[in-house]
């Protein structure tokens, strides 16, 4: 495969994984621990934003302090991880990934959910044999895409970040395929409302389908 070909970097959330329900839950549980409101999915995707403490701070009107953060994060992830073992891959999900494949083209998956709980879930849906690369977060949860979108491609030999086009649910998916000179698409089943989404400025789909034929139009 030539530097040239286009290439996917798929997110995780949201977009291959249908969890946005499980997030729901899973935020509404945590809310409940932290003497906060629940929220509903239109609230939550008009909200939503990235580094996370920011959400935070649109919801109670000040920024959390860093042990009232660590606690909030603590108790989301103990709820979205129960959740999380009954969620499905998105509709086409499985097919658009094995159809791209068979072109010949690549792909892999960047995601800012734990990397070691990330690689056993997306072996576990058996379609880890459609990425050059799966990556997920390393660090501290409170981070945003850019600089994990850097290192993920400078590990993946011979692929071009200008002929790559990022597939995600968020803006910050958009803002860190701009950081390196990369395309986006964003799809509406994740996080985000349309209105939101398309404030960033890039192509915004209502199907992983059509994200990826908007992908291999960009990557020309």
Known sequence: ????????????????????????????????????????????????????PKFYERLMGRMPTEAEWLVMDDVFHRHYWTFAEHVGLTDGARELLAGWQEQGLTQSLLSLAPHERLVPLVRTHGIDRYFLRVDGRTGPSHTSKAGHLVRHLAALDGVEAARTVVIGDAADDAAAAAHVGARAVLYTGGSHSRASLERAGVPVVDTLAEAVATAAELAQ
Do not use: K, Q
Not at 13 to 27: C, P, R, S
């Open 1 to 52: 495969m030539g530097t040239h070909a286009p290439h996917i970097v798929w997110d995780w959330n949201g977009t291959l994984l249908h969890d946005i329900h499980a997030v729901i839950d899973a935020t509404n549980a945590s809310f409940a621990e932290l003497g906060l409101e629940s929220i509903t999915l239109e609230r939550y995707r008009e909200l939503y934003c990235v580094p996370v």
